[in-house]
């Protein structure tokens, strides 16, 4: 058998195990995503093919924002050994990054499609409710941050489901910081989030995309941020800082309407403090304290 894998970087969503099917890897470069049950690996396989080969989605985007797809493939797994099982072959967004901390942002304020059953419905307003995408239109889904020495901060499901909208704050403070355990120190804000070829400046120009775009609505999708925590530095160089867009298995129609659902969200990460400039000078400044 090959040497594939559960990827060490995976923050969210069905994880591989013995009795599991979730994503692997075989350090190729690819990310294999399994076909996911019902009409739901099906529904997020036609959202492939028919966002590859979209006449009027910019390649720009396209090659920016999202995995490359390269077709489905049968691969056996510890879950099913004597079944191989259809996956997604992807671009592993990580791929090439040492020390990847990596964020998995659920955008939205709602997360199903409409055209979704009431019992799934009800299941999806709770969670959206339980946690800050209703209030602020999106909601930390998984994280992790690799210390200086190679430490893991990672928390689990339950506490970050339990965030409210200042444990999110602190979290995307966390995600830039070098410190071990729960401290902050803000000290990659000006490298990951600012500047040229930062988060903000990359959600910006995936925003001015949706404020145009009608043919897709996002539901449950994530932007996930990567960075090599092995190359970034506080003066702001390296770290290839990744904004991408996973998880497509809700992706409706557009039918001509702008996502308003997803651009909300997205303008609210945005605006959110701590990936603003100002802040982002303020903790420079030593402004942390005054932020908490
Ligand atoms: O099955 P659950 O209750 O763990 O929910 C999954 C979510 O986990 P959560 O409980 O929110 O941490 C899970 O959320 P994350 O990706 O982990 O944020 C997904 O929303 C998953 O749906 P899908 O794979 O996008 O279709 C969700 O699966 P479905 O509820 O859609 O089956
Ligand atoms: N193409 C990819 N490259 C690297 N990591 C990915 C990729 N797609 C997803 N991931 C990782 O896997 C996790 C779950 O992916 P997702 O598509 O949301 O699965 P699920 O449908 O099970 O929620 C993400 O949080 C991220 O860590």
Redesign the pocket.
């Known amino acids: 058998m090959s040497d594939l894998r559960p990827p060490e970087h995976q923050v ?3 994880r591989a195990s013995a009795n599991k099917l979730g994503p692997l890897v075989d350090g190729s470069g690819l990310f294999y995503k399994p076909l ?1 049950a019902g009409d ?1 690996g099906e529904h997020e396989l036609a959202f492939y093919e028919a966002f590859s080969a979209h006449a009027t989605v910019p390649p720009r985007i396209r090659d920016t924002f999202f995995p490359r797809f390269h077709g489905t493939r049968l691969l056996p797994t510890e879950a099913r050994p004597a079944e191989p099982h259809p996956h997604l072959v992807l671009d592993d967004l990580l791929a090439g990054l040492e020390a990847p901390s990596v964020a ?1 942002i ?1 955008i939205g304020a709602i ?1 199903w499609p409409p055209s979704s059953p009431e019992p ?1 419905v009800a ?2 307003l709770a ?1 959206d409710r339980g946690t800050t995408s209703v209030l602020l239109g999106f909601r930390v ?2 994280v992790r941050v690799v210390a200086p020495g190679g430490a893991v901060w990672r928390p689990e ?1 339950p506490e970050l ?1 339990a965030l409210d909208t200042a444990g999110v704050r602190r979290v995307l403070r966390r995600y830039v910081s070098t410190v071990a355990g729960d401290g902050t120190d803000c000290a990659l804000a000006a490298a990951v989030y600012g500047g040229e070829g930062g988060v903000l400046s990359q959600l910006r120009e995936l925003k001015a995309w949706f404020e145009e775009q009608t043919l897709f609505h996002f539901y ?1 999708a ?1 932007i996930l941020l990567g960075y090599d925590a092995n190359a970034v530095s506080a003066s702001g160089a390296g770290g290839g800082v990744r904004v991408k867009l996973v ?1 497509f ?2 992706v409706a129609e557009g039918d001509g309407v702008i996502d308003h659902n997803f651009l909300g969200g997205l303008c609210s990460l945005i605006k959110s403090k701590v990936l603003r400039g100002k802040e982002i000078s303020d903790l420079l400044g030593c402004g942390v304290r005054r932020l908490t």
């Open positions: 969210a969503g069905h996911q739901r998995d659920k997360t799934y299941k999806c969670k889904s998984g499901r489901k449950s994530s998880d298995a809700h």
